[in-house]
């Protein structure tokens, strides 16, 4: 089982990037899947999510507005489309997936916002 982050990057503030995780091993029909961030001296934190019957999305209050996360089940794939950065958006990103007892997480990418 291996979840592949990807897509972070250096951006000025106002600007955007797009994060994809990529899932191996099994299939995300059902999982609950999102995004996780760590910025410097704080704690992990959820940044979004959908449930596992894709009917719900959650944001933090921090990202609504500008981040919208979406799914492609066929490629085992979802994404988190993050627009109108601003500094305090920079972290570490990680994808999660969970269903039940089993969660997974991929390894990260960092973003960063320069002012």
């Known amino acids: 089982v291996q979840l592949q982050a990807s897509g972070g990057g250096l951006v000025q503030a106002g600007g955007s990037l797009r994060l994809s995780c990529v899932v191996s091993g099994f299939t995300l029909d059902r999982y609950a899947i999102g995004w996780f961030r760590q910025a410097p001296g704080k704690e992990r934190e959820g940044v979004s999510c959908i449930t596992g019957s894709g009917a719900s999305t959650y944001y933090a209050d921090s990202v609504k507005g500008r981040f919208t996360i979406s799914r492609d089940i066929r490629k085992n794939t979802w994404y988190l489309q993050m627009n109108s950065l601003k500094p305090e958006d920079t972290a570490i990103y990680y994808c999660?997936?969970?269903?039940?007892?089993?969660?997974?997480w991929g390894q990260g990418t960092q973003v960063t916002v320069s002012s």
């Open positions: 999660n997936a969970a269903r039940g007892a089993y969660t997974y």
